[in-house]
């Protein structure tokens, strides 16, 4: 799928004969007959321009799978996003390549070293070693082996 295809798809704004009714995005939040429309001639994705209208509206879409739909759908709509994405040059940190646990390959969340399942694997780990290394007795480091007398200051 292309750009223009997805603009073909789910856009609100196409009419007929191909042109653009020229709705900005900011007055879909409008109340009833307050919208302003410029209409345009032709598509501006058709003459391979950018549009707020389709940046907003229409590009989150290619995440969005419809159950009935055939499989490669959303791969055809990530394609089309990557390509209008590379083609007007627009820099999109969280899609360009996916933070993965160095572990076990899962998806990372924003901030996050490991995923979820082994950053509580690591910290029982290393929570396993503090207490090898400190052993039964509180280890030789340990406040419990040392001799105070508390009756000094």
Not at 5 to 15: H, K, P
Not at 39 to 52: D, M, Q, V, W, Y
Not at 98 to 114: E, H, M, Q, S, T
Request: overall charge positive; some cysteine; glycine content about 8%.
């Amino acid at each position: 799928m292309t750009a223009m295809g997805m603009v073909r798809e789910f856009c609100a704004n196409l009419t007929l004969d191909g042109g653009c009714m020229g709705i900005p995005v900011q007055s879909l939040a409008a109340p009833p007959g307050k919208a302003v429309a410029h209409p345009l001639g032709k598509c501006l994705i058709a003459e391979r321009k950018r549009c707020s209208y389709f940046e907003r509206c229409i590009l989150p879409l290619a995440d969005w799978r419809r159950p009935e739909e055939k499989k490669g759908a959303q791969q055809g709509r990530l394609k089309a996003r990557a390509t209008y994405h590379r083609l007007h040059r627009i820099s999109v940190p969280e899609l360009e390549e996916p933070r993965v646990c160095p572990d076990c390959g899962a998806l990372l969340a924003k901030r996050a070293r490991y995923c979820e399942i082994c950053s509580k694997d690591r910290r029982k780990k290393n929570a396993r070693a503090w207490w090898r290394k400190k052993g039964k007795n509180g280890g030789p480091d340990s406040i419990v082996n040392e001799k105070r007398d508390f009756a000094s200051p």
